[in-house]
């Protein structure tokens, strides 16, 4: 019913930033941008952060957008000039003992998604950078970074009013700074119902959880915000943004998909989730020129796609089965009783058949401990495990409290043995 599926929604690549759970190291992507992309009607397609990956990126194809969010900072080898870069070793001491969760380098990541970037510069496909993703915009045409903010550009500032805190752990999400937009900017257009400055100059507060930024922007961008101490918030390619063309290149340093007020997912202001609309907007116009360029060549007669309303309707329901699914993982089980079965089948039969990886591929990546999408038997694995637990329980609940002892060391003894095994099993892999 839906192997048609993979010429309707667009495909959007993200790279998973790596951390390290249980002595593990675990790949994710946060939630806020997986919703947004997939409220707007495309499906993220989350390519691991897994050495050897980089050599692999064609195997995703076809690629209608990519959104690059979050990271460790960039390898400065990527954009110094091998002259004075303005940071002594004493201060590179100091940046990384005061940002120790973002100063370590990921090489591997760094190259994912450099790789990435020039992609999309090179095919125009849409692309939209935060915070990291803004600055991996920037190297990748030639920019340059400040490799501390503080270091090189506040502690310069004569003008006291004129500092700007871009980094607050004590206030992390809460905390926000002003940055004056510029007129006649994608930005200003999103924007343009709120505050006007003293200068006459658009005017919003934005968050920040960067100690990075761009030091001089690569030419072919344009800025379209500027924190007080000049540094650049956002900016954007004006020869390629026209989303309804499918045109987008843009890189924002704020996270405005987190721009929310207090323990509530309302936004700070209505234009917040603009960028991902817009962005979504020119994946699916970019998808569009794909499909009639692919149908035009292969079959000269065929009239290029366009969804009728029997396509739309699957579109849609595909669309809900994400936000159900999206729902079920946030929730838990207790909304397994008011989930229909058939309401998860669409988007699992759209995976299934939108599949990323060749077989072989995807056990490579398996190899190298990536996770491959298969959501066709979650449903009845979650069943099977729900009624092997409700066992467990039943059995442990007529054991005394020794047996429970027993059993509590037993299992923790074979854990460890199983994690030892396990080890040396992925080590004989290389």
Known sequence: MYSDL???????????????RKNKFVDFVGEYH????????????IVPRVNGVHML???FEPIHGVLLCEGEDIDPSLYQSGGDDGVSKEELEEIRRLHVSDTTIDKEKDSIELRLAKLCLERNIPYLGICRGSQVLNVACGGILYQDIETELSKNSKIDENKVQHMNYDDYDGHRHEVEVVDDTPLHHWFKEEHINERGKLEIRVNSYHHQ???RLAPRFLPMAFA???????????????PDQGKFIMGLQF???????????????????????EFVKAAVAYQKKLNSLSSSSSVPSQLPLKLDSAVEIKRDRIVRSFSIARHLYTTGRSMMHSIKESELEAGAEFLESNAALSLQQQNRLKQMGATVRNSGSYIERLKLNEGREKLARNAMAKMSIEQLSDLMAFYHMMGQICSEVLEKKLNGMH
Not at 34 to 45: E, F, Q
Not at 228 to 237: K, M, N, P, Q, V
């Open 255 to 277: 996270h405005p998909e987190r721009m929310r007020m207090p323990d509530s997912d309302q936004f700070d202001y209505p234009g917040c989730p603009s960028a991902y609309k």
């Open 228 to 242: 007080r101490d000049g540094l650049i918030e956002a900016f954007y390619d004006p020869d390629a943004y026209n």
């Open 34 to 45: 997986l919703d947004l992309i997939i409220r707007y009607g495309a499906v993220p397609v």
């Open 213 to 215: 930024g761009v030091k």
């Open 6 to 20: 993979s010429v309707i929604l667009p495909r959007v690549l993200i790279v998973s930033r790596r951390t390290v």
């Open 57 to 59: 990126l064609e195997s």
